[in-house]
């Protein structure tokens, strides 16, 4: 509970920033006396670039990457092969197998991986990913969510899900030769590339 003391404009900024991830009322009440002593200019522009993060990106209606356009470039170029989709747990993953440059297919963001206790998988995009696929341009799916237990039970998960409704779906995933527990954002180029190339049927 923050000090009544404490002047309400600056009590509203540390709750803001005390409900992120990495900090308490401390390191909140910190960060919040510094953005009073930078120049009024510097901590609008600040303010400015937090509203612009929600007024200028949206989720491309495609892939549910985060995009300035939708749908984004990965989506809307034409190169691109449009008969493999490659699922990722999140976009960050897409943004690590892009870097690569060897993937020259779709994707889509699943929004996270399978846990336990959510047991119908319902943070996961499973229907707009099923009305994907019955658009009828992908033939062959590509797992990349890692090899962590969580990762296991979501390839599994969405796997049985993709078969009970497109039985002829090539399902593959990445090359099991990923170190145990990995996340696909913190692999090497490298290793992706050959798990990519040496992947597995599912
Ligand atoms: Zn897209």
């Known amino acids: 509970m923050l000090d009544s003391r404490i002047p309400e404009p600056l009590k509203n900024v540390v709750t803001q920033f005390a409900q992120l991830p990495g900090f308490g009322a401390k390191s909140a009440m910190r960060v919040a006396l510094k ?104 033939t062959e799916v590509i797992f990349a969510l890692g090899a962590t237990s969580d990762a296991e039970q979501t390839t599994s998960f969405v796997s049985e899900c993709i078969k009970a409704q497109f039985p002829t779906m090539l399902l593959s995933r990445l090359a099991q030769g990923l170190p145990l527990g990995a996340e696909v954002k913190y ?9 990519l190339r040496y992947r597995q049927k599912l």
């Open 35 to 138: 953005l009073l002593e930078w120049p009024k200019e510097k901590t609008v522009d600040f303010g400015q670039a937090i509203i612009d993060l929600r007024e200028k990106l949206c989720l491309c209606s495609r892939c549910y990457g985060l995009t300035q356009e939708n749908p984004c470039r990965l989506c809307a170029d034409p190169a691109r092969s449009k008969t493999s989709l490659c699922l990722v747990p999140e976009w960050d993953s897409m943004l690590i197998l892009e870097k690569g440059g060897f993937y020259h297919g779709q994707y889509f963001v699943l929004g996270g991986l399978f846990v336990p206790l959510d047991k119908d998988g319902q943070k996961l995009r499973i229907e707009p990913l099923l009305a994907r696929l019955g658009e009828g341009e992908i």
């Open 187 to 195: 692999m090497d180029t490298e290793t992706l590339r050959q798990s």
